[in-house]
């Protein structure tokens, strides 16, 4: 309705264009024809009918002018265009909605590893407390006691001491991890002051899954104890028989290994359960902190990664594609004129859109050239240089990844609010928006219309003071009709790092947390458990260090193999996270860099060496005497 209005209101303003043009033209020719008779009889009159004829002609040339713009706009068949959008396609809105999305996807995963680390923890303390009550529990079977009375004692101590750190988590978590991770995030979105909702449901839920948790730790151990007879629990436990591992099998790897080393393997592989939930804590604990750190480094390269190597464009400005060709030529002036500009290029810009239920779900930016432009695009998949073709288009890695697309397939887009379908000829990095290359001659033959040049791309010399100049002076050009500075999106992603930044530190204490309270636990329960063993070979002859790395070697060869696969898991965890933590217009780094590697290790082998340092002081001070004195 509204372009058949203006249709009519266009066609009655041409009509009135031409006339005025005609009359114009007649009563120029007149001018002219009065000015040719009183040449020389009236020199003074013709000098000023002179200048009153140059300003007609002026001013005719301008009506043609604006009849030719005014021909145009009609013959485009959807000019003028409107839309409506919902608030949730509001790119603010979407931006927020994304944001939380990427955050509770995150807040999902990594709460099923913090409540696996959290029952892992728990099993093996409760079980160390049950262990070490064995003759307590045997004593009150003994006097008549039944298994029910018993139990109680464990189950309401597990479960007060998961409702009471439950209640303290949440608190801590409503005052302290929301509002931080909020703020973080808040840098660039309107809503600055988060309000927080305390969703009843969310409570309830977490503190149940604690208890559930902390009760299968307390059945696990109790029931397997409450099983023996009276008289074996009023005993102490039976150590675990020494078996042949699968090394002594491996005859060549078994004969080079020394008295020590033996003795390590065997005590390795007899304690199974002990072994699976060491490898699991640093496997669980690293994969956190892999996570953390990958995601920091994969943000702190994506400003120069996607400015300096692929989108080597500073500014692109817009402009009105009916003005004159005059007009056109005082924009390119201005531009060619300007000190601070290094390179400018005029080229072909559209806006692609994909919708779904008459919703725009993602809008894609239409680079249109005529050659590669080397020297502002540089199109890439890694080290491998990407070329446009006549056959396809070109478009970035995560609207592949969105619409699950890969070289060769078609992908529906809406150009001008029509529906076209375009090949995949390429798929190549780009971080920030969505962005889609195509050549001159595939754009007119898929689209069905002239190739036309609206947009200058121009490179200046990477200084934020003057290319906010150059910015300013594109804005005050009524015929430029949009400016994209990416040196003001190079400042939003400095926000979004920092923003990230906290999400990361909150990672990575959260992790460096559980593995020394892990690690530390596990440390623990084996020493305790191993006291005698190690009073006598104390007894022996070995001193404190030789104790200690008679432990310590266990520790670390399992540590070891924790580390391969936490760094393993930590690498498929990464690449789920990264693609949900952007929004839908960015791209993270989906391979991460060694760097990552090396910190999360490295700091996972320095937490186990410092919790063995202070087990070494515990050893230093083991009553040799105490240990070895008989229960009986």
């Not at 990958?294 to 400015?307: H, K, T, V």
């Amino acid at each position: 309705e509204h372009n058949k209005n203006f249709k009519e209101t266009a066609n009655a303003n041409l009509e009135e264009n031409k006339s005025k043009i005609e009359l114009l033209k007649t009563r120029l020719n007149e001018s002219k024809k009065n000015l040719e008779s009183i040449k020389y009889i009236l020199p003074e009159k013709y000098e000023k009918e002179s200048k009153e004829i140059k300003e007609k002609e002026k001013t005719l040339q301008e009506q043609e002018e604006k009849l030719q713009i005014s021909e145009k706009k009609i013959n485009n068949k959807n000019y003028p265009r409107f839309r409506i959008e919902s608030v949730k396609e509001n790119a603010t809105y979407a931006k927020f909605i994304n944001s939380a999305d990427s955050l509770k996807d995150i807040a999902n995963i990594f709460s099923i590893f913090l409540y696996a680390v959290a029952i892992l923890v728990t099993l093996t303390t409760i079980t160390r407390m049950i262990e070490e009550n064995r003759i307590n529990i045997g004593t009150l079977k003994s006097l008549g006691y039944s298994d029910i009375e018993i139990s109680k004692k464990y189950y309401v101590y597990g479960i007060t001491s998961s409702l009471v750190g439950g209640m303290l988590g949440i608190i801590l978590a409503y005052n302290i991890l929301v509002p931080a991770v909020y703020n973080s995030y808040s840098k660039s979105l309107v809503m600055k002051i988060p309000i927080i909702q305390k969703d009843i449901n969310i409570i309830i839920i977490s503190l149940l899954i604690s208890v559930i948790c902390v009760v299968l730790s307390v059945h696990i151990p109790l029931r397997k104890l409450l099983k023996e007879n009276t008289s074996s629990l009023l005993r102490p436990k039976v150590p675990e028989r020494a078996k042949r591992i699968f090394l002594e099998k491996i005859s060549f790897i078994w004969k080079r290994l020394n008295f020590l080393r033996k003795v390590t393997f065997r005590n390795i592989f007899c304690y199974k359960i002990r072994m699976l939930m060491t490898i699991f804590g640093v496997l669980g604990c690293l994969s956190l902190m892999f996570v953390g750190f990958g995601i920091r480094n994969s943000i702190e390269n994506l400003e120069p990664e996607q400015f300096d190597k692929i989108t080597k464009y500073d500014i692109l400005a817009v402009y009105n594609p009916y003005i004159s060709d005059f007009e056109k030529k005082g924009i390119k002036k201005t531009i060619n004129q300007n000190t601070d500009v290094e390179k400018s290029q005029e080229i072909s810009v559209g806006q692609a859109t994909i919708e779904s239920d008459n919703r725009v779900v993602d809008k894609i930016t239409m680079f249109i050239l005529e050659k590669d432009e080397k020297d502002f695009f540089n199109l890439k998949k890694g080290i491998k240089k990407l070329s446009l073709d006549d056959n396809g288009v070109i478009i970035d890695e995560k609207l592949a990844h969105l619409y699950k697309l890969k070289v060769g397939d078609n992908l529906k887009i809406f150009f001008d609010d029509k529906e076209y379908t375009v090949k995949i000829s390429a798929i190549n990095e780009n971080y920030i928006e969505h962005n889609m290359y195509l050549k001159k001659e595939y754009f007119e033959k898929t689209f069905a219309e002239n190739y036309e040049k609206n947009a200058y791309l121009i490179k200046t010399n990477h200084d934020k003071d003057k290319t906010e100049n150059i910015v300013e002076s594109l804005d005050k050009n009524e015929n430029i009709s949009f400016v994209k500075n990416n040196m003001a999106i190079r400042k939003i992603i400095e926000d979004q790092v920092e923003a990230v930044d906290i999400l990361v530190i909150v990672i990575v204490l959260c992790s460096t947390s559980l593995a020394l309270v892990v690690l530390y636990n596990l440390i623990n329960v084996n020493v305790s458990e191993r006291i005698r063993e190690l009073s006598t070979i104390k007894v022996l002859g070995f001193y404190s260090k030789e104790v200690t790395l008679y432990v310590f070697r266990e520790i670390f060869y399992l540590t070891l193999i924790g580390i391969i696969i936490g760094n393993f898991v930590g690498v498929l965890l990464y690449r789920k996270i990264i693609l949900d933590l952007a929004g839908r217009n960015m791209m993270f780094d989906s391979k991460p860099s060694y760097l990552t590697y090396i910190i999360s290790t490295a700091l996972t082998l320095i937490i186990v060496i410092c919790v063995m340092i202070l087990m070494h002081f515990r050893l230093k001070k083991v009553n040799m005497v105490e240990a070895l004195k008989g229960v009986e």
